[in-house]
């Protein structure tokens, strides 16, 4: 596809089940990012993915959360044991390759919503 | 850690007036400042940036303002129109891995 591509759009669960939310980022994009947006909120760093080199982790709010990144492509956020705070919609957004600062493409998101 | 912070919050302004939203960041070693346009529903996307080689970029009724010595960055939006309502982030990053952060957000609302 031509953009980022986030799935589940949706996702209902009750608390204490664990989701995977899924993002695709364009092609040839080597960095990969997830920020979480709460309700009317701003975009929280969660982590980021820069070709090989060690994910910038520092953004998790817990070790209930983790991410992977799956032979540089595509990448899954865990979330374990959900709570009803982690309620938010989950971005992804790739880049090119560093060198020179340039533009984040967001996909649309993925809501999660914990009963 | 709020590497970027984003003032004000909301910001509500009549049809035809100008949009003015700050911010500021801590780390010198960024060297890119763009701003994000975000829509209901939608994920943000770039609308403008800047270097630090540049005091002012303008793009049409969008306009950054940057003050490398106070550091320091602002968006002008020129003639606001309703269909500019949404929420703006300003955002800072640096060249060499393009770990990107991200202000508060600022909720615009042009009033008809």
């Known amino acids: 596809g031509a953009g980022v591509s986030q799935s589940p759009s949706n996702k209902v669960t009750e608390k204490g089940k664990d989701v995977e939310l899924r993002c695709d980022p364009i092609s040839g994009h080597t960095a990969l990012y997830w920020y979480r947006q709460s309700l009317g909120q701003g975009l929280e760093f969660l982590i980021y993915f820069q070709g090989n080199s060690a994910p910038d982790k520092s953004g998790l709010p817990s070790d209930r959360f983790s991410a992977e990144r799956t032979g540089g492509s595509v990448s899954t956020l865990t979330i374990q044991r959900t709570q009803q705070e982690d309620s938010a919609v989950y971005l992804c957004?790739?880049?090119?390759?560093?060198?020179?600062?340039?533009?984040?493409?967001f996909g649309e998101g993925s809501r999660l919503t914990v009963l | 850690q709020q590497q970027v912070k984003q003032s004000p919050q909301s910001l509500i302004v009549q049809k035809g007036g100008i949009s003015i939203i700050n911010c500021a960041y801590e780390n010198t070693a960024f060297d890119y400042f763009p701003w994000y346009q975000q829509f209901p529903g939608k994920g943000p996307a770039l609308l403008i940036a800047?270097?630090?080689?540049?005091s002012e970029k303008k793009e049409g009724r969008f306009t950054i303002s940057f003050n490398k010595s106070a550091k320091q960055f602002s968006l002008h939006i020129m003639d606001s129109q309703p269909g500019d309502s949404a929420t703006y982030f300003c955002?800072?990053?640096?060249?060499?891995?393009?770990?990107?952060?991200f202000g508060a957000g600022t909720r615009l609302t042009v009033k008809p």
């Open positions: 957004a790739s880049s090119r390759p560093p060198g020179r600062a340039g533009e984040l493409f």
């Open positions: 955002a800072a990053s640096m060249e060499y891995n393009n770990d990107m952060r």
């Open positions: 800047i270097r630090p080689d540049v």
